[in-house]
């Protein structure tokens, strides 16, 4: 009941009204349009296929003898030495059973222009990525079930502020944990361009220490920026192909969307959120599986169960992400009111990063965590009109 009603209250759900439907043939030529489609048509067969293996693994092995036949196997004497291990080898059949098709995956991404990164460095970040994985789902895992056998009937209450805590420390410490395995971070030199953004925040009212420049152009040509962490950890990232590529305009307007979520403080709301959904998990876990949970050789079936109740919550969260993802546009259009120039961002980044403009409605509902192109274009023509700037189609027709 508290995560309904923080959800229900606190998502920005009215922003601007009278926003017409979508419509990419506005603003993107019909080649661009033709282009997107044939990259999608290549490329989702193969992703959505790395996502149904990517959870069936889990509940093929928790939902079945296997995962306690896997735990029997491991002769080691004590239970929390065995179960990292039981996560790490079912994390692992994951990625061996997804790798054929992540390979054809990344194949059209290079196909396309959009992946710039070789072999090597692809191999390494799936690596990590399982290692960085393994360590949270044993960390969760072990937990669960250190709380079961240490308070056999209200062990939920400990295990739930546990999981809470959990996300909170995740996501502070993610910024300077995590992303320095993936990309570089450098504070961006001192110039006009910096000089402005700096202004921009102060006009803005949003403490900034400095913006960084991740060099995400060793993987991908993809135009990005966004913040993570909060309070001390809290950073501006902006892309280096982002800066290199963009007109300074754009970039601005960027930067106003990424000033957006840091004076919403949308990385702790979103934090907050999740450390409720953590504990709103261990109390449907406690449902599901009592006293159970502190039989150890049904480690197996919690990594099923966490699978199964991310792939549900997916939905609700994207829902509520889409939402603070429009209110950071309506505040770079406020501090910037510049329409004209967010209409073309918005175009800009959607043929660069071959954005879905028309996704299907389970495809939107399960993994789209920001508006459509066209959706973001309809917003901010919108807000133009009603601030008496006329923003015309991009595509004369």
Known sequence: MALAAVV???????????????????????????????????LLPWTTASWVLS?????????????????????????????????????????VVTLPTDVMAERVMRRYGLSTQDWALWTRDRVVNWLLMTL???????????????????????????????????????????????N?????????????????????GVPVRDVLVADASKRTTALNAYVSGFG???????????????PPAQVRLVVAHELGHAAEDDVLHGTLIGALGAAFAVVVLRLLMGARLADARRAAMVLALLAVATSLAAPVQNLVSRRIEARADLHSLRLTRDPEDFVKLQRS???????????SRWRYLLFADHPTPPERIAFGRTWGEQHGIVVPPLVQR
């Open 8 to 42: 229900a209250w606190s998502t920005p759900w009215h922003l601007v009204e009278d926003v017409p439907p979508p419509d990419p043939a506005l603003d993107f030529t019909p080649t661009q349009i033709l282009r997107q489609l044939a990259f999608r048509h290549e």
């Open 55 to 95: 959870l069936l693994v889990p509940l093929a092995v928790g939902f079945s003898p296997l995962g306690r036949r896997l735990y029997d196997v491991v002769k080691l004497r004590r239970w929390y030495l065995v179960v990292p291990v039981v996560v790490a080898v079912v994390g692992l059949l994951g990625s």
């Open 136 to 182: 949270a789902l044993t960390a969760v895992v072990v937990g669960l079930i250190a709380c079961a056998k240490r308070w056999r009937r209200w062990w939920w209450a400990p295990a739930a502020i546990a999981a809470a805590a959990l996300v909170v420390g995740v996501s502070f410490a993610y910024p300077v944990l995590v992303e320095p395995r993936f």
């Open 184 to 204: 570089h971070f450098t504070p961006m030199a001192a110039g006009a361009q910096r000089t402005e953004f700096m202004h921009l925040a102060a006009q803005d």
């Open 232 to 246: 001390s950890t809290r950073r501006l990232v902006v892309y280096d192909t982002l800066l290199k590529d963009a």
């Open 349 to 359: 980044l959607a043929v660069t990063n071959l954005s879905g403009l028309d996704p």
